[in-house]
Nanobody
Framework: QVQLVESGGGLVQSGGSLRLSCTASGFAFSQTVMGWHRQIPGKERELVAIIGEFGVATRHADSVKGRFAISRNNVKRTVYLQMNNLEPEDTAVYYC??????????????WGQGTQVTVSS
């Protein structure tokens, strides 16, 4: 059973930084593609970043390229999202996700409960 627990959200001023963490259990983490999504109330959940099993292959949404970076530590069974130069438009609930494959990220194996990120102007 896929279990994902996020942490690290909070309130930050525009231009600030946050690092989200997601600790996994219940599945073969080191063999699983991981990602981060975010959702603004009233809008669809969007994929922010995705990372391959070995931590080499990554892909980021155009809206966060150059500001956000996904990474992972397979020994700690944890995936991270480093968010720099945050903007008010980044305000959302951020969800950790496990994926069936890197090339088909829409196939989700499980979700975390979400962590709120609020960026004030």
């Amino acid at each position: 059973q896929v279990q994902l627990v996020e942490s690290g959200g909070g309130l930050v001023q525009s231009g600030g930084s946050l690092r989200l963490s997601c600790t996994a259990s219940g599945f073969a983490f080191s063999q699983t593609v991981m990602g981060w999504h975010r959702q603004i109330p009233g809008k669809e959940r969007e994929l922010v970043a995705i990372i391959g099993e070995f931590g080499v292959a990554t892909r980021h949404a155009d809206s966060v390229k150059g500001r956000f970076a996904i990474s992972r530590n397979n020994v700690k069974r944890t995936v991270y999202l480093q968010m720099n130069n945050l903007e008010p438009e980044d305000t959302a609930v951020y969800y950790c996700s496990a994926h069936q494959s890197f090339t088909a990220p829409e196939k989700i194996l499980g979700w975390g409960q979400g962590t709120q990120v609020t960026v004030s102007s």
